[in-house]
């Protein structure tokens, strides 16, 4: 069993930086990729990054890339997103999610929602013009 807490939503102006944590709980969080996913208004919860459990590798979806980083500190139990030039589109409830990849590999949905087997609560993250 694995709990995430996520911090460090707000509110900020189009073009700010905002970073985001997710601490996990247990001492199995090495054993998890990771994932970063966001659910604006209205819409479907969407995927926006990911990083293997070695932080080898990461994984941005095309409308972050190049602003946001996805890293993590397994000594801390943390998944970070750090997110630069923001803009309005960005708005949303952002969600940190884990995936025993020790247990179930990566397979092809751990870039989807269906994949990741622990979810936070949610930290909205609100940009203005």
């Known amino acids: 069993q694995v709990q995430l807490v996520e911090s460090g939503g707000g509110l900020v102006q189009v073009g700010d930086s905002l970073s985001l944590s997710c601490a996990a709980s247990?001492?199995?969080?090495?054993?998890?990729?990771m994932g970063w996913f966001r659910q604006a208004p209205g819409k479907e919860r969407e995927f926006v990054a990911a990083?293997?459990?070695?932080?080898?590798?990461?994984f941005y979806a095309d409308s972050v890339r190049g602003r946001f980083t996805i890293s993590r500190d397994n000594a801390k139990n943390t998944v970070y997103l750090q997110m630069n030039s923001l803009k309005r589109e960005d708005t949303a409830v952002y969600y940190c999610?884990?995936?025993?990849?020790?247990?179930?590999?990566?397979?092809?949905?751990?870039?989807?929602?269906?994949?990741?087997?622990?979810w936070g609560q949610g930290t909205q993250v609100t940009v203005s013009s």
């Open positions: 999610a884990a995936k025993n990849v020790f247990k179930s590999g990566y397979g092809p949905t751990w870039l989807k929602s269906e994949g990741y087997d622990y």
């Open positions: 247990g001492r199995t969080f090495s054993s998890h990729a």
């Open positions: 990083i293997s459990w070695s932080g080898s590798s990461t």
